[in-house]
């Protein structure tokens, strides 16, 4: 039944062994992208199409006749048909019998149907050997030769001969094919490119969620109780001065939110005795989810330093600026130098531009090609140590920033304070557990229990239960 050798790499073929026959059914993007590129190299193609016409669009050099008539060309069939379509399949199945039917479909939504394209295929042609391949390259991707996004094909199949033989052909195309078992990895393998970044899902929604409260607190304060109390209108605050509150503050909460599951990760495994207990879920997900909580808050820190670069030259800090010296000289008012206040300001600033390095070398290291540029240790290191270095100096820049005026009670606008007084509860709670935990006598238990001391051996089902940790 096979022409070629099963094992052969592409690479080793010579042309004449290439020359197989390979028939793709639908004329439609994928099939004809798939096709044109096969042909490239080195296949012979055969279309099979409801409307067996040769149209320009499709690649030259193919042949294009009805399904039956191709199906009976090639003993591996590539079905580049819409599953809803795939009905008419079932009168193919005695000429479909015996031979490699591929599965490359996706559909619009996770888990719209009970059962995977794939195995639904099966079904429908009982006597051909399916196998689900290429749905994760797109047929611009195949057309314009950018290949480098996404070179992976996942495949599965219950029939290994026909599964290493859409390997092979995955491979002549240049492509990277990765072996995920049985038909029932299908399901798995037409979920993936419909997921949308499934790990930044969480951290989005949340910061989203941080900026719509803050912004509303800060409107409360800065617009609505100033036009409540004296019909003034502040509502221009909305463009830069409440932004850029909002978003330092999210930073510095999301930055805490990074560090804090590992803190509450510390105190389980101490109250626990032990860290052969699986953390819960959501402690799990959340430890996951750090690296892209700590990029989304390296943005709003960014967008922070813009903000705060333009200060300057705005017109209510201009004018303010001027009316304050003209009424000074008009008063005859003196402003004596504060060296207490410029050493606050200067500080607050220093500590915020620190801190901001920091940030940003954290960003630097989470680069795929420079974090494979450093051993465990040092990515820990920058990761670790300097991440609270940054939190540190993040939240000492609040501080200051805050500095006299910090809880005193003419801030209060009706009882509400600062916001960013609520912002530096996450942040200095943290800080304050974290010293606890590193007091050497908590940090001695901690450090034996990571390296599998157990309080109550006895009691714990141990490793039984896998998870270790972080
Ligand atoms: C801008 C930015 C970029 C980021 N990029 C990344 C990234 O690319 N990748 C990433 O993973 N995170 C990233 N993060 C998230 C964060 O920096 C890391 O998750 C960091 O490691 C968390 O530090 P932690 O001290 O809470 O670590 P934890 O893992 O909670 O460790 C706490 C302490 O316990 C020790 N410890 C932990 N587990 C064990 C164990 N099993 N045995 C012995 N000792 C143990 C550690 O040495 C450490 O001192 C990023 C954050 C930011 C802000
Ligand atoms: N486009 C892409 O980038 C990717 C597509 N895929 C998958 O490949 C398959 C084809 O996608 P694509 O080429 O974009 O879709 P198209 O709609 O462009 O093509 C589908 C083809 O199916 C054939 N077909 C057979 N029966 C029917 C029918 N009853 N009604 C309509 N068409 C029928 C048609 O060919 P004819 O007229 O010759 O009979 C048609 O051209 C889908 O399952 C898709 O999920 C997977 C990865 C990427
Ligand atoms: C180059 C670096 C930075 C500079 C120059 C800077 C400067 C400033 C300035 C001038 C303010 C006062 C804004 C105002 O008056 O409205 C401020 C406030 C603040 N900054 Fe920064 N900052 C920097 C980095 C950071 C970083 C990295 C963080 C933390 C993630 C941060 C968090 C805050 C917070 C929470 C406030 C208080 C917001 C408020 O309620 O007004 N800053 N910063
Ligand atoms: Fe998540």
Same mark, same amino acid.
């Given at each position: 039944?096979?022409?070629?050798?099963?094992?052969?790499?592409?690479?080793?073929?010579?042309?004449?062994?290439?020359?197989?026959?390979?028939?793709?059914?639908?004329?439609?993007?994928?099939?004809?992208?798939?096709?044109?590129?096969?042909?490239?190299?080195?296949?012979?193609?055969?279309?099979?199409?409801?409307?067996?016409?040769?149209?320009?669009?499709?690649?030259?050099?193919?042949?294009?006749?009805?399904?039956?008539?191709?199906?009976?060309?090639?003993?591996?069939?590539?079905?580049?048909?819409?599953?809803?379509?795939?009905?008419?399949?079932?009168?193919?199945?005695?000429?479909?019998?015996?031979?490699?039917?591929?599965?490359?479909?996706?559909?619009?939504?996770? +888990?719209?149907?009970?059962?995977?394209? =794939?195995?639904? !295929?099966?079904? @429908? #042609?009982?006597?051909?050997? /399916?196998?689900? &391949?290429?749905?994760?390259?797109?047929?611009?991707?195949?057309?314009?030769?950018?290949?480098?996004?996404?070179?992976?094909?996942?495949?599965?199949?219950?029939?290994?001969?026909?599964?290493?033989?859409?390997?092979?052909?995955?491979?002549?195309?240049?492509?990277?094919?990765?072996?995920?078992?049985?038909?029932?990895?299908?399901?798995?393998?037409?979920?993936?490119?419909?997921?949308?970044?499934?790990?930044?899902?969480?951290?989005?929604?949340?910061?989203?969620?941080?900026?719509?409260?803050?912004?509303?607190?800060?409107?409360?304060?800065?617009?609505?109780?100033?036009?409540?109390?004296?019909?003034?209108?502040?509502?221009?605050?909305?463009?830069?001065?409440?932004? +850029?509150?909002?978003?330092?503050?999210? =930073?510095?909460? !999301?930055?805490? @939110? #990074?560090?804090?599951?590992? /803190?509450?990760? &510390?105190?389980?495994?101490?109250?626990?005795?032990?860290?052969?207990?699986?953390?819960?879920?959501?402690?799990?997900?959340?430890?996951?989810?750090?690296?892209?909580?700590?990029?989304?808050?390296?943005?709003?820190?960014?967008?922070?330093?813009?903000?705060?670069?333009?200060?300057?030259?705005?017109?209510?800090?201009?004018?303010?600026?001027?009316?304050?010296?003209?009424?000074?000289?008009?008063?005859?008012?003196?402003?004596?130098?504060?060296?207490?206040?410029?050493?606050?300001?200067?500080?607050?600033?220093?500590?915020?531009?620190?801190?901001?390095?920091?940030?940003?070398?954290?960003?630097?290291?989470?680069?795929?090609?420079?974090?494979?540029?450093?051993?465990?240790?040092?990515?820990?290191?920058?990761?670790?140590?300097?991440?609270?270095?940054?939190?540190?100096?993040?939240?000492?820049?609040?501080?200051?920033?805050?500095?006299?005026?910090?809880?005193?009670?003419?801030?209060?606008?009706?009882?509400?304070?600062?916001?960013?007084?609520?912002?530096?509860?996450?942040?200095?709670?943290?800080?304050?557990?974290?010293?606890?935990?590193?007091?050497?006598?908590?940090?001695?238990?901690?450090?034996?229990?990571?390296?599998?001391?157990?309080?109550?051996?006895?009691?714990?089902?141990?490793?039984?239960?896998?998870?270790?940790?972080?």
């Amino acid at each position: 039944m096979e022409k070629t050798s099963t094992d052969a790499l592409p690479l080793t073929m010579n042309s004449s062994e290439k020359q197989e026959t390979v028939c793709i059914f639908g004329t439609g993007d994928f099939g004809r992208s798939l096709g044109l590129r096969m042909l490239q190299c080195g296949y012979s193609i055969v279309f099979g199409s409801r409307n067996p016409r040769r149209s320009s669009l499709l690649p030259s050099g193919a042949e294009v006749l009805s399904y039956s008539e191709a199906a009976q060309k090639s003993d591996i069939i590539i079905a580049t048909i819409h599953r809803e379509h795939y009905d008419f399949l079932t009168e193919l199945t005695e000429v479909l019998k015996g031979k490699i039917l591929v599965d490359v479909s996706n559909n619009l939504k996770i +888990n719209q149907y009970p059962e995977s394209n =794939a195995e639904h !295929l099966a079904q @429908l #042609v009982p006597g051909a050997h /399916v196998v689900k &391949a290429f749905n994760t390259i797109s047929a611009w991707a195949l057309q314009s030769g950018v290949l480098d996004a996404s070179r992976q094909v996942f495949v599965c199949g219950n029939d290994s001969k026909a599964k290493q033989r859409v390997m092979d052909i995955a491979r002549a195309l240049g492509l990277t094919p990765l072996d995920k078992g049985s038909l029932m990895a299908a399901n798995e393998i037409e979920n993936y490119p419909l997921q949308l970044f499934p790990m930044w899902k969480a951290p989005f929604y949340l910061s989203a969620v941080l900026c719509v409260f803050f912004f509303f607190y800060c409107v409360i304060r800065e617009v609505i109780y100033p036009y409540v109390n004296g019909k003034q209108d502040s509502t221009f605050r909305m463009a830069i001065s409440i932004p +850029n509150r909002v978003f330092p503050i999210t =930073a510095l909460t !999301l930055l805490a @939110l #990074v560090y804090l599951p590992g /803190v509450i990760a &510390a105190i389980l495994q101490l109250y626990r005795g032990t860290k052969y207990r699986r953390f819960p879920d959501w402690l799990d997900h959340w430890m996951l989810c750090r690296k892209q909580l700590g990029l989304i808050a390296l943005g709003f820190a960014f967008l922070h330093v813009l903000y705060t670069l333009v200060i300057p030259i705005r017109y209510y800090v201009r004018w303010t600026s001027t009316n304050r010296t003209i009424n000074q000289i008009t008063a005859k008012k003196e402003n004596p130098f504060s060296t207490t206040t410029a050493w606050l300001n200067d500080s607050f600033i220093a500590l915020g531009i620190l801190g901001f390095f920091l940030f940003v070398l954290l960003g630097i290291t989470s680069l795929p090609s420079v974090s494979n540029m450093v051993n465990w240790r040092e990515f820990r290191f920058v990761q670790s140590k300097l991440g609270y270095l940054t939190l540190i100096l993040c939240t000492a820049h609040t501080l200051v920033y805050g500095g006299k005026r910090f809880l005193s009670a003419s801030v209060l606008r009706w009882y509400l304070p600062s916001a960013y007084v609520i912002a530096l509860i996450i942040p200095c709670t943290l800080l304050v557990i974290k010293f606890i935990l590193i007091l050497p006598c908590i940090d001695k238990t901690l450090t034996r229990i990571r390296q599998g001391w157990e309080r109550n051996p006895k009691f714990s089902d141990s490793a039984l239960n896998g998870k270790t940790d972080i």
